[in-house]
């Protein structure tokens, strides 16, 4: 995160530069050298994920906007959602929040307007079921707002779902809530003016592992919707900085002790979700894998990884892009080089501007 915020950091340190040189006329020359020495070694370093963002911007086709950038730091969106109760799962009431484009009655039938995807008459909007990261049960599920407003606000219809958060041993639970989801949504598709057929699934970290292995097992009944649900299917899925192969990132628990995902020697919380080892449960690791779950005719998929990411191993991504390259699924990968875990964060900043151009042009192209 401190990477997204280095153009402030530059702008610190130029204006400590400037007063360094200050303080130099001043007479007091050998302090005014070690602070410009200091500022000027910060203005550097902070100036190296900028220009890797504008680099990162232009193979990736994205516009970055340096008013946007500061523009982005105010994380307060001035909506509240409507909420649904979408299941009740052993006493436990399960929610999505429902985001409408401005000027929908939440809940009642679509209106008209509202959004620039709009879709024509009678065919019903694209729909997106976000699913957030975490892996704990009190994160909220409209946990990052700025995001369901901008979908909203380009004629999509959002769903922020819980899921029950990853109980010890029970892995297929989470992923089984998710698919319960999507089947409310394409259920209760004409209450709010949705297409059944335009459904994409989006999250992060743990969301976004949650998005691939539900889009990629739909129809699986090794991995069941947790509630009665006929068809769980979706358009596409957008992934940002999701695990992929769990016998592969196990095998790098030992690099990875900062993550939500690992405690103690780095593997603790991965053998409490799947209960037990990649040796002791193999075929529990490769069906909880998103990764084994790729064959032609998955949906269209984009993947979104910072290059640093000390929780989520980039080459985990990497792999995931070739073997959807193998099998022919249409898919992109944004790899931003400088940023880590949840850069996606900071509306404003570099990374969120570049993920948001790529979502944008996916959506059009696959979304609906």
């Known amino acids: 995160m ?6 402030l950091l530059a702008a610190v340190a130029a204006v400590g530069l400037a007063a360094s040189v200050a303080l130099a ?3 007091a020359r050998w302090s005014a050298r070690l602070a410009g020495g200091l500022c000027l070694a910060a203005l550097a370093v902070s100036l190296v994920p900028v220009a890797s963002a504008w680099r990162a911007a232009d193979r990736s086709g994205a516009s970055l906007s340096l008013s946007g950038y500061f523009a982005g730091l105010s994380t307060s969106v001035g ?29 009642g039938p679509a209106a008209s307007g509202g959004g620039r995807a709009a879709a024509p008459a009678g065919a019903g909007r694209p729909a997106v079921v976000m699913v957030h990261g975490g892996d704990g049960p009190d994160v909220p599920r409209s946990s990052t707002p700025r995001w ?5 606000e380009r004629g999509h219809v959002v769903f922020d779902s819980d899921y029950r958060a990853f109980p010890k041993g029970r892995w297929k639970e989470p992923p089984g809530d998710v698919k319960c989801a999507v089947g409310w949504v ?18 992060q970290s743990a969301g976004g592992y949650l998005s691939l292995l539900s889009a990629y097992s739909a129809g699986d009944g090794r991995i069941p919707p947790s509630c009665p649900a006929a068809d769980t299917s979706v358009r596409a899925v957008v992934a940002f900085y999701a695990p992929a192969d769990w016998t592969y ?10 993550s939500p995902w690992f405690v103690a020697d780095g593997r603790e919380k991965l053998r409490d979700m799947i209960g037990g080892t990649p040796a002791g449960r193999p075929e529990d690791y490769r069906l909880a894998s998103p990764i084994t779950h790729v064959r032609p005719g998955l949906p269209p998929t984009l993947l979104l990884q910072g290059g640093r990411d000390p929780l989520q191993p980039p080459d985990d991504t990497r792999r995931l892009a070739d073997r959807l390259s193998a099998a022919r699924v249409p898919h992109r990968l944004v790899e931003i080089p400088y940023a880590d875990h949840f850069f996606d964060i900071d509306w404003g900043g570099w990374g969120t501007q570049i993920s948001r151009a ?9 979304g609906g």
Do not use: C, M
Request: hydrophobic content about 40%; glycine content about 12%; aromatic content about 8%.
């Open 249 to 258: 990132i196990y095998g790098q628990g030992p690099n990875l002790r900062t």
């Open 2 to 7: 401190v990477a997204e915020f280095s153009l």
């Open 79 to 107: 909506e509240r959602p409507h909420t649904e109760v979408y299941a009740d799962v052993g006493g436990r009431k399960l929610r999505l929040d429902v985001w409408r484009p401005r000027g929908e009655e939440a809940g």
């Open 358 to 366: 790529a979502v944008a042009d996916f959506l059009a192209e696959h």
């Open 25 to 27: 006329r001043t007479g």
């Open 148 to 152: 369901d407003v901008w979908l909203a």
């Open 186 to 203: 394409r259920q209760n598709a004409s209450r709010f003016g949705v297409d059944p057929s335009r459904i994409t699934l989006l999250g």
